[in-house]
């Protein structure tokens, strides 16, 4: 059961409230940051929320029990508070909001209402709409390991155990230009083979868009420098002299964990599962699963 403050207990009491909602915004990067939809900025637990920020929240249901309501809040793109680039940049993708209902004229009476997860986000002519998710949503996520031919495991990783710390898995490069959102052209690795870092990752670690990561498509050398194709395209644009941390990648399958990284003991997947030919075989009568004819 939810608990009310006295101080506001007595103000809810009263013949008339000043009320307002807040929003404090913690994004996964641990950066805190305040929005309200009251006229003017306020203080809560030490954040300073923001009123020009033109947030709003729709209507919401509660419900009892497992189930997972959802919610939305709008807002306009500030240059001082929230840019469309940090959002496509993905720096508030399951970011944990908190909803406060705030008595304004006096910040020390507060509630708080509820605590949701950030999903989906939508963007367009300089505002944002954000999917607000109960955590109860992750009770509809699957959990657990899944079966495959291939492992399930993140290249160096405690379950895999790969040291990625041998010299060329793990490298610095410099950008020297971005042609297009998934083609990146580096400097500083030309001495690798092409496509060394295939299936591997980038990661910026400096200049303006530090933190944003993408996975590696390809790696390509010419004359003299590095051509990274991305699978996915970044929506943020890298400036030249830009530094990124390259690592190498696996195909997941257990000829490379055996021949190229001697690592057989750790896969994490299941080689000699049969797979969906397998099944079909009966119809076909190509495969004798026990040894013995299925029929005389």
């Known amino acids: ?35 309200t939809d009251h ?13 020009a920020s033109g947030f709003s929240a729709s209507d919401a249901e509660a419900e009892t029990g497992l189930a997972a309501p959802s919610s939305e809040v709008a807002g306009a793109f500030s240059s001082e508070v929230i840019t469309e680039v940090d959002l496509m940049a993905g720096r508030y993708d399951g970011a944990r909001i908190e909803v406060y209902r705030v008595n304004w004229q006096d ?12 999903g989906e986000v939508k963007r367009q002519t300089g505002q944002f709409t954000a999917e607000l998710r109960s955590f109860t949503a992750k009770l509809n996520q699957e959990q ?17 155990g790969v040291n990625m710390s041998v010299a060329g898995r793990r490298v610095s490069a410099t950008v020297v230009t971005m042609e297009s959102g998934d083609r990146i052209t580096v400097s500083g690795i030309e001495g690798y083979s092409d496509d060394h870092f295939r299936y591997g990752g980038l990661t910026v670690t400096s200049g303006a868009e530090t933190g944003v990561v993408a996975d590696i498509e390809t790696s390509r050398t010419s004359a ?49 599962m049969p797979g969906s ?18 029929f005389k």
Not at 107 to 118: A, I, N, R
Not at 225 to 247: E, K
């Open 1 to 35: 059961m939810r608990v009310i403050p006295d101080a506001l207990a007595a103000h809810l009491a009263g013949d008339a409230t000043t009320l307002c909602t807040c929003w404090r915004v913690i994004r996964t990067d641990q950066m805190v940051l305040g929005f």
């Open 39 to 51: 006229d003017r900025d306020l203080t809560l637990l030490g954040t300073q929320c923001h009123a």
């Open 107 to 118: 910040p020390s009476q507060y509630l708080l209402l509820k605590v949701q997860e950030m």
């Open 144 to 160: 657990g390991r899944t079966f495959g031919r291939r492992c399930d495991a993140s290249l160096g990783d405690a379950r895999c």
């Open 224 to 272: 003299g420098t590095t051509i990274l194709s991305l699978w996915l395209p970044l929506d943020v644009a890298l400036a030249a002299g830009d530094r990124l941390t390259l690592s190498i990648g696996c195909d997941k399958s257990f000829a490379t964990c055996r021949d190229t990284f001697t690592n057989a003991a750790n896969f994490r997947g299941f080689p000699h």
């Open 277 to 294: 030919d397998f099944a079909y075989s009966y119809v076909s009568g190509q495969v004798a699963h026990d040894g013995s004819p299925l």
